[in-house]
């Protein structure tokens, strides 16, 4: 009997190896050739400076729309000047880098400059802060589910991040949903997942950190273990999609929803039960290889999102456990500015007193006694869209 042997070479960045064999031949020996991504090293570091300790990411990637409702609660018209100065006002601030480690842009704020002339992305990196871009083309209605949407913009997303890297992003946004009160389908749970996955591996392939958002809407009467249970299938199957998709788990950064009652049940429950329910599931769900979970505040208030995470901070934990927050670090920032001139510096200093109790939480050591009733205030909005 003769006995077949394979040499092989072993070359490894992070944990990823993929190795391609040849058929064993009578005569010949196989061949095992093992790559790695030509920017996995990149995206690896990367990632590690996202979730890097005390610091989290400053979700600012509203489409014009949803910027444009946000600009109108304080009675300023919503052009491309308008949004162009708040979001301005947002990266300008002194001192964010100390709390922020990144920042989620529409694609038209990312072309887009200070008054001075220098592009935003120059301004986020002077204070050590990474550049992001939301790439997903948003929520449509599913044909044939339960009243459910999908999320499109798989088409030309290898060309567009691309030209998003030349632009100086360095990480990306793809947010997807399920709905509790419309089951959520296994047709939804699927395309969910899997759009997911593809936009990751596309994304690592041109050079930047996808941010997985497979977000469990608020939207529901349900109680806090009905969400567990939902959450825990779309994480599953999120995550072996992208296993599948042989997407670098050490160069992506998961930004799920906290695992909390319906916005209708009419039940709050503590941070310290939510903290149990989301860790615990993490724990199942995600590999320690992941280095960041970037949680969405969802629809809570400043506080409530504050104060769940600093107990979820409050013991060690296998990844970095942080904040990706719009809502919640921005809602007194518009209240604040007004549109007005004459506030800027107050409604920066709004922006530093939320990314700092966020950062404080982040360590799990967030106190909020010094709190006001504004930061209470809930955010919710059904049904919302970016």
């Keep these: 009997m003769v006995a077949t042997m394979l040499a092989q070479t072993s070359s ?57 409702k946000r600009l109108d609660s304080i009675g300023v018209e919503n052009t491309e000047e308008n949004r162009r100065s708040y979001r301005e006002l947002l990266v300008s601030t002194p001192g964010l880098g100390k709390y922020i480690s990144g920042a989620i842009m529409f694609e038209e704020t990312l072309y887009q400059s200070d008054k001075s002339g220098k592009k935003f992305t120059d301004v986020m990196k002077s204070q050590n802060i990474v550049p992001g871009i939301k790439v997903d083309k948003g929520l449509v209605p599913m044909p044939g589910s339960n009243g459910e949407s999908w999320c499109q913009g798989l088409d030309g997303l290898s060309e567009r991040c691309a030209e998003y890297y030349k632009q100086g992003a360095r990480f990306a946004k793809w947010r997807s949903v399920v709905s509790i009160p419309a089951g959520p389908t296994p047709l939804a749970l699927n395309d969910c997942a899997y759009g997911l996955a593809r936009y990751a591996a596309i994304a690592q392939s041109a050079g930047l950190v996808p941010i997985v958002e497979p977000e469990v809407l608020l939207d529901g009467d349900h109680d806090i273990d009905r969400t567990a249970e939902v959450a825990e299938a779309i994480w599953a199957q999120t995550f072996k999609y992208l296993a599948d998709q042989k997407v670098l788990f050490e160069g992506m950064l998961l930004k799920p929803s906290m695992v909390t009652p319906g916005a209708d049940s009419g039940k709050k429950e503590s941070p310290e039960t939510v903290a149990k329910y989301t860790l615990n599931l993490l724990r199942r769900r995600v590999p320690p290889a992941v280095p960041g979970i970037m949680f969405l505040s969802g629809g809570q208030s400043e506080l409530e999102a504050t104060l ?22 921005q809602n007194s920032v518009l209240k604040t500015w007004k549109g007005e001139d004459g506030n800027w510096d107050a409604a920066q200093k709004a922006l530093i007193k939320r990314a700092s109790a966020n950062s404080a939480a982040q360590q799990g050591k967030y106190d909020s006694s010094e709190e006001d009733k504004a930061a209470g205030e809930s955010t919710y909005e059904k049904g919302y869209v970016y």
């Design 12 to 68: 490894f960045l992070g944990s990823r190896a993929v190795a391609h064999q040849k058929p064993a031949r009578a005569a010949n020996r196989g061949v095992v050739a093992v790559r790695a991504g030509s920017y996995d090293e990149e995206l690896i570091q990367t990632a590690k400076n996202i979730a890097s300790p005390g610091r989290g990411i400053l979700a600012m990637d509203e489409s014009n729309g949803t910027c444009g």
């Design 308 to 329: 769940n995470l600093n107990a979820m901070n409050q013991s060690p934990n296998p990844w970095h456990v942080s904040f990706s927050y719009a809502r919640a670090l």
